[in-house]
């Protein structure tokens, strides 16, 4: 099953036949472009790569306009690659277009995208610290984390702060995959997927939607049922 690149548009509602409002978020997938075959001959492992989103041949690179210009497709601005069985190789073809179609017998999906970044920030929003006391007598330490070195003496060691200690940091600009999204409707005429819950990143942004790759119970049921 191809994986597909798109763009987060946003969040909106649908009703149930029964007036049941659930949430869900719109992305415009594809259509992508396979730019690539990789061979277990040729390149040591099976892959396939898709190229998604037209742009400027001036912003893209000689190499990247030849690269996409081999599967007949124009330059594109985002390139990924997903492993393949052997077998399904037989699949796909250079220069073969995939769209939503292609998720049209999913029913879960897994969306990996790059969450917003917070820049910089303090314990308490970074991993939810209550804070200092705010008492009388307490001096202006209310969003600090207080005391980080309380176990940092290895018995027979030197001591040092445990890797992994919750501080201030940067925020956020990480890759997050959520898993197991229920697809809720596809309308291939605008290559929309309207997936249940909320997806990472802003509006706009990239995002990849893969079939999901392990599910509850209850979902691999409905998954399984014809």
Known sequence: ?????????????LY????????????????????????????????????????????????????????????????????????????????????????????????????????????MKRHNFKGQLASHGVERKHRSP??????????GGAGGIKKGKKMAGQMGNERVTVRSLDVIRIDAEKNLILVKGTVPGPNQGLVEIVPAKRLYKSKGELANAS
């Open 16 to 123: 149930t036949d029964e007036g049941v409002s659930v949430p869900v978020t719109a992305i415009e997938v594809g259509p992508c472009v396979v730019t690539q075959i990789k061979t277990a001959e040729t390149d040591g492992y099976t892959a396939v790569q898709i190229g998604y989103e037209d742009v400027k041949p001036r912003r893209s690179t000689q190499a990247l306009i030849g690269h996409d210009a081999k599967a007949g497709a124009s330059a594109k601005r985002h390139h990924r690659e997903f492993r393949v069985a052997e077998d399904e190789l037989e699949t796909f073809e250079l220069g073969q277009q995939l769209t939503v179609e292609a998720m049209a017998d999913v029913k879960f999906v897994d969306v990996v995208g790059t969450s917003k970044g917070k820049g910089y920030q303090g314990v």
């Open 146 to 155: 207080g005391s980080i070195g309380g176990h940092a003496n290895n018995a």
């Open 1 to 13: 099953m191809a994986h597909l690149l798109g763009k987060k548009l946003g969040m909106t509602r």
